[in-house]
């Protein structure tokens, strides 16, 4: 809710030519609002409930790979090398980060969970591609429009099956739902529609692996939380995906 009141709010702010919208997006909108929140809200939601969350971060953190290969199948795109070695790097650095104290238990009593979070991944990796098809017009409005039509199909889901008018939110978990609409969702999606437009939907994907790396580093220094030998090692393989995923720096690396 409180992400589409952002996005309403910059609206006033675009030009009338930026706020002009093809016809022909209007599907498009569709398609990625089921694909992009839909889909991977309720398969997350209901795969976590059986799968623990270190487990879960590593098949969240397999969109870059799914992305690559829809690409590769559906899409007729052709990878280099340079992406498909930091595609690997970027997620051993993921299992790495994720990898629990204990070690990965045996999950194969969650075999429906680890199938619905490997789904969403797929989901996440094909919505990316699709918003390679909104190519021109403004990044706000386009992401308003894909929220507006995910709300109206998830609101009544959550009345009908969750009983959310029951909920009872204290104040701070308020603002809280707040932050996060604004940042997490109205924000980033904006975001991401810019970044597809200048490098793609692959580059875009290894948002993937940035994140839990970011997410690390700030609750170390804000939080105080405590980081492993393994968490560093990890940080230290996606910082190397990167570099494979320029070819440009590698070639200056070649020709030193």
Known sequence: MYRRYLFTLLWFFLSKEERRVPRSYYKWYIII???????PFVFIAQGQKSVPSSFAAVL???????????LLAFFKRKSTKPEITSILFGFAGI?????PTQGFQDHSNSIQGNILLI????????SLIFMEKLNEGSSV??????LLIASALLIPMSLLFEQSFKLDLARSQSIYLAILGI?????????????????????????????????????????????SIHQLIGMGIIMMSLVFLDGKIITKLIRK
């Open 33 to 39: 609002a089921f694909f992009e929140v839909v889909l």
């Open 60 to 70: 969240i953190g397999m969109v870059p790979v799914f992305t690559i290969l829809l």
């Open 95 to 99: 299992v790495f980060l994720s990898w």
């Open 119 to 126: 789904l969403a991944a797929m989901s996440f990796g094909l």
């Open 141 to 146: 409005i386009h992401m308003r429009n894909v």
């Open 183 to 227: 940042f997490h969702a109205g924000v980033v999606y904006a975001l991401f529609n810019r970044l597809i437009r200048q490098e793609g939907a692959l580059f875009t994907s290894y948002s993937n692996y940035i994140v839990p790396a970011i997410g690390m580093i700030l609750g170390f220094f804000l939080l105080h939380e405590a980081l």
